[in-house]
């Protein structure tokens, strides 16, 4: 077993991946409201339906960026706080 550190802890990996679902799934509804309200364009105003999704895919998008930005400062903090860390040899004792 390597006593080197992972760049990434397993720890964070659910939030990583949880992350990276709401980002995705946010440019989905994203991408889905811009559809939306080119096929409305037509309309004198835009339905609420779509201000609603919009509203909503953004949010979700900043969260996702955020939730990112997060896991990668703090996975970075441990990392620099653990290479500083220094490591204690045992003496080395002749056999006699």
């Known amino acids: ?12 990996k659910p939030w990583l991946i949880a992350s990276i679902v709401m980002l ?31 509203v909503f895919a953004v949010i979700g998008v900043m969260l996702g ?10 996975a970075a903090y441990q990392n620099w706080r653990e290479s500083r860390r220094a490591q204690v040899m045992p003496p080395e004792h002749p056999n006699s």
């Open 65 to 74: 960026f955020g939730g990112l930005f997060l896991l990668m400062a703090t």
């Open 1 to 12: 077993m390597s006593k080197v550190s992972e760049p990434i802890p397993r720890s964070y």
């Open 24 to 54: 995705v799934g946010s440019l989905v509804l994203l991408a889905a409201a811009v559809i939306a309200a080119f096929v409305s364009f037509g309309d004198s105003t835009t339905p609420l339906w779509i201000v609603v999704l919009g």
